[in-house]
């Protein structure tokens, strides 16, 4: 459903009259639009605290992107800065700056404790208000839980409230502030979330905060298909977010089983078809829906790389009022069926090496939300499933989870507007998502190169102001 009120606001009377009012005034956010499309281009600010342990790997990445890099300069907090690479051109930080970044990204694995934490204000102080709209900020720190000194601790984790209130004082202009936090020795690790964080395909994806462990050598993957050769099975495919994961995985060179129940399946079909997809009509609540499943990938093909769990249900009533059928449905479908597919899938031997499974959460499940205390509970019970699976999965495997906020689907449009308008604005872009901005998130995560994301949960949801 089209946002009249984020295109009103864009006119020059609809700015006019957001202004005085006192109005939000979101801004269209720019989404990856080409395959061959740079992850990055403008001009990009590296800075780095002493002794970080990132800085090289951001500057190869970063100058092998169409990007224009400079360094921070003239701060002897930052002096590092220039290890970015003969790529980027000195900046001094103590003159004035006359150009507008599309992002500024920051290695603070250098902090020993937390009077370091004085080159984040002396690299961004200076610079944050020349980000450009729709621009990125990155910020690299050491994961605290790695940390043995509670003084360095301290300072890592500091950067997570830094990032979040960053994300809300740039997200009026349609940018965003996120955070990886990267276990020692995982600096390989970092390029497909570098590259994804600064990218157009993150676009509604803020205030995040993503550990990179060190996990198995990264795989190599091509930047325009890095899923060619895939086998992808996505559950709740028939329209939406899981018609959009189908869509966007093809995209990116994996063949899509998409899996819905038999009444969707004419819809599943034509979703399928111009991906040249498979369709598997099955309800995944069925006991014997996982070896009916695991039956389907060994007729078609040998095996299986990405497992993406998006099917899902609402029923709602407040608990009291709420009929025992609407409990244990929605935690059938949303919760217990994933883990009965994921277990009979790794049983026969079907998940392939180096293979991903996401699973979708919610906002609701972080946060809770009135009527929907089943929903709730099964969207956080994914949660806990995924840490937990993510410390047993072997053989390069990883799980992880999208937890997405307020999407434009046709389940949001059907809701009473002053409700549908206050779920798009409850957000540091203030708008509503769109089903690929979720897609997207699932694609990196599916990425080769991907190999030290595990056991993640990344909201989608533009900074949702509630929840954690």
């Known amino acids: 459903m089209s946002d009249r009120y984020l295109k009103f606001v864009n006119t020059p009377f609809g700015k006019t009259a957001a202004q005085s009012l006192g109005l939000p005034a979101p801004v269209p956010l720019k989404r990856w639009k080409r395959a061959d499309q740079p992850f990055i281009e403008g001009d990009v600010l590296i800075g780095a605290a002493n002794s970080s342990k990132a800085i090289s790997t951001i500057g190869k990445v970063l100058g092998a992107s169409a990007a224009k890099l400079f360094h921070a300069s003239a701060m002897d907090t930052l002096n590092d800065s220039a290890k970015s690479g003969n790529k980027a051109e000195a900046l001094p930080l103590n003159a004035d700056i006359d150009r507008k ?12 404790d937390t009077t370091d934490l004085k080159a984040v204000y002396e690299f961004f102080h200076p610079t944050i208000r020349k980000l450009a709209g729709n621009g990125r900020v990155l910020v690299i720190g050491q994961d605290p839980s790695t940390c043995r000194q509670p003084a360095k601790a301290a300072a890592h984790q500091a950067l997570e409230g830094f990032v979040r209130s960053v994300g809300k004082e740039v997200g009026k202009k349609g940018a965003t502030a996120n955070l990886l936090w990267m276990a020692p020795g995982a ?16 676009a509604y994806v803020s205030g995040q905060v993503t550990r990179i462990s060190k996990g198995a050598t990264a795989h190599a993957s091509n930047p325009v298909a890095p899923l060619a050769g895939k086998i992808a099975l996505v559950t ?5 977010i899981g018609a959009s994961i189908a869509e966007t995985l093809s995209r990116d060179g994996a063949t899509v089983i998409g899996l819905d129940i038999p ?11 111009p991906i040249k997809g498979k369709a598997m009509a099955c309800d995944i609540t069925d006991e014997k829906a ?9 007729e078609h093909f040998e095996g299986i790389d990405l497992v ?20 244990d449905m929605t935690i059938a479908v949303n919760l217990t069926a994933e883990e009965l597919i994921d277990e009979e899938l790794m049983h ?5 090496e180096n293979g991903r499974i996401v699973c979708i959460s919610s906002i609701s499940g972080i946060a809770g939300n009135f009527g929907q205390t089943n929903y709730s509970t099964a969207k956080c019970g994914v949660i806990g499933y995924v840490e937990a699976m993510a410390k047993q999965v072997k053989n390069g495997v990883t799980i992880n989870a999208i937890a997405p906020g307020f999407i434009e689907t046709q389940m949001t449009a059907a809701m009473p507007i002053t409700i549908r308008e206050a ?6 872009l203030s708008q509503g998502g769109l089903p690929v901005d979720v897609a997207e998130a699932i694609a990196w995560y599916c990425n080769p190169a991907s190999n030290g994301v595990n056991g993640n949960v990344v909201r989608v949801c533009g900074q949702s102001l509630i929840g954690k």
């Open 101 to 112: 970044f599309s992002a500024l990204v920051f290695d603070a694995t250098g902090m020993k």
């Open 187 to 202: 600096e390989q690790q970092l390029e497909s979330s570098i590259r994804f964080f600064l990218s157009p395909r993150s």
């Open 236 to 240: 709740g495919a028939s329209r939406g």
């Open 263 to 273: 009444p969707a399946l004419e819809d599943l079909q034509k979703v399928m078809a």
């Open 290 to 298: 996982p070896k009916q499943i695991a039956d389907f990938v060994k």
């Open 308 to 327: 993406i769990h998006n099917a899902g249900i609402t029923r709602d009533k407040t608990l009291g009022n709420m009929p025992e059928h609407f409990w």
């Open 348 to 352: 026969q031997e079907l998940l392939c």
């Open 423 to 428: 779920g798009r604005r409850m957000n540091s």
